[in-house]
Nanobody
Framework: QVQLVESGGGSVEVGGSMRLSCTAS????????MGWFRQASEKQREGVAA????????YYADSVKGRFAISQDNAKNTVYLQMNSLKPEDTAMYYC??????????????????WGQGTLVTVST
């Protein structure tokens, strides 16, 4: 089973930027979609962003559109999440995952086939 390792979390002030990385133990070019979920305290886990192999389409949650950008480096088996103009409501544990696009587009998280251990992002005022 593919292993996913996230890095890049930490604390940042409101309006700041942060980049998360997720490196897979096998080639990312074989994944249907790869991306990020997040879960804030006492809230449900939500899809944040994903990049899919079919046409290189990307998904972004409405709450992060225009602020976050997902990119993929297949040579490094890594997906990145560049987060700009961070807000306190972006504070959450961020998880990398692979699976079918329905997990992000339709909330079908049961279709995901691999998860990382998570990295904490804290946005402070």
């Amino acid at each position: 089973q593919v292993q996913l390792v996230e890095s890049g979390g930490g604390s940042v002030e409101v309006g700041g930027s942060m980049r998360l990385s997720c490196t897979a133990s096998e080639s990312t070019s074989g994944f249907n979609c790869m991306g990020w979920f997040r879960q804030a305290s006492e809230k449900q886990r939500e899809g944040v962003a994903a990049v899919c192999s079919h046409g290189g389409s990307t998904y972004y949650a409405d709450s992060v559109k225009g602020r976050f950008a997902i990119s993929q480096d297949n040579a490094k088996n890594t997906v990145y999440l560049q987060m700009n103009s961070l807000k306190p409501e972006d504070t959450a544990m961020y998880y990398c995952a692979t699976g079918y696009g329905g997990a992000w587009y339709r909330g079908e998280q049961e279709s995901l086939n691999a998860w990382g251990q998570g990295t904490l992002v804290t946005v402070s005022t």
